[in-house]
């Protein structure tokens, strides 16, 4: 070890000289493949449907749709996860005021979800005709 930090540039250069004949003889090719990759980029396009254009506040509500409906399933977990702490407290007060408190916010924080989602289905049906056709939405 000591032979190697007394003679380090010796040993580097040796290194350095090892590496070069083993991946020294490796030519690289390019390759034109920009007509090949297009070509592929069209076709998943095509498969996915990406070639439809969409609206981006109909993008946008989808979005939101998503955000709350999966803060909603984390609001019903605490809510089971609440329960489960106050039910298996066995008269400690402590766990059971812990559990209590956490179905209450939970509970109220569903709730709030869900008027968010029912809003944002209302304003969902109403925005797609909105959006395409430019004009009045049918009362």
Same mark, same amino acid.
């Given at each position: 070890m000591y032979f190697f930090l007394k003679h380090k540039l010796i040993f580097i250069a040796l290194f350095a000289l090892g590496l070069n004949?083993?991946?020294?003889g490796v030519t690289v090719h390019s390759v034109d493949l920009s007509g090949d990759v297009m070509k592929q980029v069209k076709a998943g396009g095509d498969a996915a449907q990406f070639s439809e254009a969409i609206d981006?506040?109909?993008?946008?509500?989808?979005?939101v749709r998503i955000i709350l409906? =999966? /803060?909603g399933i984390v609001f019903?977990?605490?809510i089971v996860y609440g329960g489960y702490n106050y039910f298996t407290s066995q008269g400690e007060e402590e766990k059971a005021e812990k559990g209590s408190k956490?179905?209450?916010m939970a509970i109220i924080g569903l709730i709030i979800i869900l008027f968010s989602y029912s809003i944002t289905l209302f304003?969902?049906?109403?925005?797609?005709?909105? =959006? /395409?056709?430019?004009?009045?939405v049918a009362k």
């Open positions: 004949l083993i991946f020294g981006p506040r109909l993008a946008i509500m989808g979005v409906a =999966v /803060t019903t977990v605490l956490i179905m209450r304003i969902g049906s109403r925005l797609p005709a909105l =959006v /395409t056709e430019g004009g009045e």
